[in-house]
């Protein structure tokens, strides 16, 4: 009979010495889409990589997150030839689950990695450390889902994150969700689709927009996947597809701006951004021009939030066990 998996925590356990020459370490990034995962040297090199399926308890539930991780991982600790690990530092959307450290053990523990220092926050956590050599600054992220970071004389303030039914303005799901309501509208006023418009009908398959919501119910469209037909038609000038991405840069620049006022962030604090929605021009392009008020100045693009998980692990290790404070 297998043990019950380990429970993973926000810190290690004790501040014992951790004999860790010669270990690895295991980073992970688990998004609402995908899992990431890398397996590193103690000084940061990264030996592998590997990604798999969605890990966000909260969309998927804990057995296909759980399956996302040990997939990936098993598939980086592999090419990597199966090293020992010293530390495990895991990122992840819909973190506070009750069941997220569950997730993440049972996952592990299939593999039979068993870490001594074991880190598990959320992935807006690991995003910014990945950008922020300090503590200090402000993120906005829009992926799946959306939600703000910011760290100031304040403190940590997170803002957003609230999930589909409740919020995640400015995310790819709701900019999917936009998409569709102004075909609706459109149908229900005797107005012409805009090329956006036909777009969608053309990615869901069908000619009548009458046919989109029990698509939508029904789980055979879903909205996060037309956010990239959005992000193209606004490309082209389609005027209905700019309203939509202009009115979710607005909605994440006021997320931001709500997390480092509640931080205490000086004005003209770096804007960092995360998230593969925020990687589109379309969008960016219109949050940077937000910043010409003065309150932010544009900042860098996370490209790749597990490197923070794996900073965070690295500065663990060299703190003997303990995660850095303000993390």
Known sequence: MRPDPQPFRGCAHGRRRIPWE?????????GGTRSRVVVAAANGDVIARAEAGPGNPVRVGMTQASEGLRVAAA??????GDPPIAAAAIGMAGCSHPAASRVVGAALDALGVRPPIRILVDDGAIAFRSVFSEPRGVL?????????????ENGTVIFGGWGAD???EGSAHDIGRQAVRSCLRAAQLGEPLSECGRDVLAHAGVTEVRLLPDLVRGGQLGLADLCAVVMGAAGEGDQVACAIIAEAARALYAQASTAGLAAGVPEGTPLATAGSVLACAPIRERLNALCADGRFVVGAH???????ALALAREALADEGTVPPGW
Request: net charge negative.
């Open 140 to 152: 906005v992220m829009a992926g799946t889902g959306s939600g703000a970071r910011a760290r100031g």
């Open 302 to 308: 996370v490209e790749d939030p597990v490197l923070g």
């Open 166 to 168: 409740l919020g995640d």
């Open 75 to 80: 598939e980086a600790l592999g090419a990597a």
């Open 22 to 30: 010669g270990m690895s370490i295991l980073a992970a990034d688990l």
